[in-house]
């Protein structure tokens, strides 16, 4: 449950669809909700419910017409007044006597009655009928918005939503820094940014001109980087697709790439055996680093910014430093495999690998000791990613799931198996309640893990 409530100032914006505010207000509540936790959990919560809303399916049967009190009170006061007079011969209102004899005079001097009468009984029954029909409506709305939209929240395993906006292979997964988008790379050449929670279409980057394999959102949300086999890393704006820089120094296909946590520069992994750390808006190379001698297919930054972890498929993991280049440890402790993924726990202490020996290995950091061997995957892992809270780690494999294990233990807690091929790409929500899996399928899927 929510600690805090949101801002009073901002409770409005927050509720509202981001279509329905103004560019300069978007910009303010983007800004606002990076520094209030509680707004932006708030506005996660209201996007949720309105995702769920949009996914039920239409009603089978058509609203009935509005009921209003006021036309029954209408006929009952009718009811118990007198009639007005009718002209003679003139043919009366609906409920007056149809006709009338002429008279003698203009006027009849009698008034005429409704044939209806209301007892005490009719006029309790009129007046109850329209509550008691919308007493019936709101039950009805509760027991099936209840059953439908409840379990959403809390279900675990339960997919919230497939993203089927690619035509080929998604091979790179990445969320947003505030949650609200998703950004997915695919092997039709494009990145596509959508809604995390309606998967409405935001941006599609079109600058590749081969497989877009790897895909880094910058820390404060307004850049990201993609990778591709055309050899380049492309810098760009998120929400406008704006090129903002395209780093050309790798001279075979880029299969990593990861932001530095100060949003200041780039680490890239390439086929070409070297990694690159370079600044993220002007190319700059910093540092070109050479203890590979085989294709790098992962990288990933340490949270304090001082090291880099990338491994290759000569089966090694290096962590050296950021920036001078120097190694500090390799990783060969293990039966071997081709490294597809790697991920650094969120306190830094830890490096887990996914391999193509079908196993997860975890090492201390900065001692090179391994602690764990997690199996059960099939085939090769290729995705990897650690929980916010360091508690857990997601990873993807060739054998169409995604396994969530205890990260302490290595024991498996739940098995999503909601794809129908490779799930190469694997992300958690920045508040740790969901899960993003990208796959071969060409789908993006959002779903709740079973966490214990």
Excluded at 92 to 119: F, K, W, Y
Excluded at 257 to 284: C, Y
Excluded at 290 to 305: L, T
């Amino acid at each position: 449950m929510r600690n805090q409530s949101p801002c009073l100032a901002w409770a409005e914006k927050i509720a509202l669809r981001q279509e329905d505010l103004s560019p300069a207000d978007r910009a303010a509540l983007y800004a606002h909700i990076q520094t209030c936790p509680a707004c932006g959990a708030a506005q996660a919560d209201y996007h949720f419910l309105d995702s769920r809303l949009c996914a039920l399916p239409p009603p089978a049967l058509k609203p009935l017409p509005r009921l209003s009190l006021q036309v029954f009170e209408q006929d009952e006061r009718e009811g118990e007044k007198s009639a007005p007079l009718v002209k003679a011969g003139s043919v009366a209102r609906a409920g007056d006597i149809t006709s009338l004899p002429e008279a003698p005079t203009a006027r009849s001097s009698l008034p005429v009655r409704q044939n209806r009468t209301p007892g005490r009984l009719g006029t309790l029954y009129r007046k109850s009928l329209p509550l008691a029909f919308v007493a019936c409506l709101i039950l009805a709305e509760i027991l099936v918005f209840g059953i439908r939209s409840a379990p959403s929240t809390s279900a675990p395993g339960m997919s919230l939503l497939t993203y089927r906006g690619h035509t080929d292979y998604v091979d790179a997964v990445a969320w947003s820094p505030n949650g609200q988008y998703i950004a997915s790379g695919s092997w039709d050449h494009t990145v596509q940014v959508w809604d995390a929670l309606t998967g409405t279409l935001i941006t599609t980057y079109k600058g590749h001109t081969d497989v877009v394999s790897a895909l880094a959102w910058s820390p404060n949300g307004e850049y990201i980087a993609s990778a591709s086999w055309d050899g380049t890393v492309q810098v760009w704006n998120a929400f406008s697709g704006t090129l903002i820089y395209t780093y050309q120094q790798h001279t075979d296909a880029v299969s990593s790439v990861a932001w530095s946590p100060n949003g200041k520069d780039i680490a890239s992994g390439s086929w070409d055996h070297t990694v690159r750390v370079w600044d993220a808006f002007s190319g700059k190379t910093l540092l070109v680093y050479r203890g590979h001698n085989e294709f790098v297919d992962a990288v990933s930054w340490s949270p304090n910014g001082q090291y880099i972890a990338s491994g290759d498929r000569n089966n090694i993991v290096e962590i050296w430093s950021a920036h001078t280049g120097n190694t500090l440890h390799t990783y060969t402790e293990y039966s071997g495999g081709i490294i597809e993924a790697l991920a650094w726990s969120p306190d830094g202490n830890y490096i887990a690998a996914g391999s193509r020996d079908t196993k997860v290995y975890v090492w201390e950091a900065f001692t090179g000791n391994l602690l764990l061997t997690y199996t059960g995957h099939t085939n090769e892992v290729s995705a990897l990613a650690w929980s916010p809270n360091g508690q857990y780690i997601a990873s993807g494999g060739w054998d169409h799931t995604v396994r969530v294990w205890n990260a302490l233990t290595g024991i498996t807690l739940f098995v999503y198996r909601g794809h129908s091929n490779t799930v190469a790409a694997v992300a958690w929500s920045p508040n740790g309640r969901y899960i993003a899996s990208g796959s071969w399928d060409h789908t993006v899927q959002v779903w709740v893990p079973q966490l214990t």
